[in-house]
């Protein structure tokens, strides 16, 4: 089932190839990570077509969903697929690992452009407990034998994203980065293992949390613009964390022998919302800087040159955890509905304007849940409230967030307008023991968006007919024209 879903996602993303390619731009040095924890996803071809006219030419995914994946193929743009963290311990068996590459590797042929896959996603994070430390390097060793065995092997690497938690500083300067005394052993073999195999290390590496997780971090040091220097051995002086975090993993990958080990970053970026510092503002101010530097390929001061980055991330993803923070939800450089937040330059050359949309987005009906005043039990708002909240979306409700200024009957309103959103409009999901109602008033207030949710893309593919008869139709005249 999953290679015809391939086959027909593929072909269905043909149809739509020549126009995303002739709307395209320059192509840009830098990638961007598309999660898939979105309620309402947007339509693959549709973000394809996006990506193209941004010059976007690298692409990473967290997962090897024939869907999105279908609508890569044939569009030039190289691409890094991901294996979830739940599967490591299945790739564990070499014959597992080896049905994996056949189905998502070698069956695509040559029509994607296939540079790396990702074995898990920041397994060793602390917050892991050690869930994943025994199944990782296994299932990594597995899935580059598996590429080897199939002749891919030497245009596709096997990797794995580690979070920068994976090495320490005792005395908070890279020259002293190690890594972790708890899994210095593993990460050894692991990262002498990626050398020999000609892959490199990836590693993502937030400022943002830097400051989240801290009060006493100095607020400048997390931008690229801040006038901060703290100084190491032999001279070396930092100006922002960026680097400094970076040069911390180059000095731990120095003492595990493996010193020329190249690394890719990739994860880096800014929430807008969710948090006091997760605003529009810091986010294109942490941009603007990542990227002109990008673009002067200076490095690091152990690093010097050109530096591989994926910005994270393409999307706002209203079903990520929020277990680390509110902000989780809100890493897009693109709104929920593929709208571009704010003015940048991925080129990093300062000539900001807005991106270029996702194109053919389609909305229910403009309609929102909002609370009835008039309404005579109220004494059921809180547990409503907690349920609308719990189920839905409230992110944009805390301390220092957008929607902060709301009062107290906007709150109530914006927390079910989020959950009916996410139930698709169902009448049924703006009942709440007869405490609100429907209206077809904007109930945006404050400077607060009142969001109305997308089409899913999964029950379309393009505007008229759905994904799969315009698959259908794809396949045919891929088949028999």
Partial sequence: MARLLRLLAGAAALLLAASAVAAGGDTVEVGVNWGSQLSHPLL?????????????????????DPWPVGALVDSGIEVMLGIPNDMLETMNSYGNAEDWVKENVTAYGDKLKLKYVAVGNEPFL????????KTTFPALKNVQKALDEAGVGNKVKAVVPLNADVYVSPDDKPSSGAFRPDINDLMTDMVKFLHDHGAPFVVNIYPFLSLYQSDDFPFEFAFFDGGR?????????????FDANYDTLVNALKKAGVPNLKVIVGEAGWPTDGNKNANLK?????????LKKLSKNDGTPMRPGKMEVYLFGLFDEDMKSIA???????????TYDGKPKFPMDLTGQ?????LSPVPDVQYLPHQWCVFDDGAKDKAKLPGNIQYACASGDCTALGYGCSCNGLDEKSNISYAFNMYFQMQDQDVRACDFDGLAKITDKNASARGCLFPIQVLSAGSRAAPGIGWVAAAIMALAVMLFV
């Fill in 44 to 64: 693959p071809e549709s973000v394809m077509k996006m990506l193209k006219a941004n010059g976007i030419a690298r692409v990473k995914m967290f997962d090897a």
């Fill in 126 to 133: 602390k917050a892991y407990n050690g869930s994943f430390m």
């Fill in 229 to 241: 220097n703290i100084q190491d051995k032999g001279g070396v002086s930092y100006s922002n964390v």
């Fill in 282 to 290: 810091l986010a294109r101010r942490f941009y603007d800087g990542l």
């Fill in 324 to 334: 680390p923070g509110n902000f989780e939800r809100h890493w897009g450089i693109f």
């Fill in 350 to 354: 300062g000539h900001d304007k807005l």
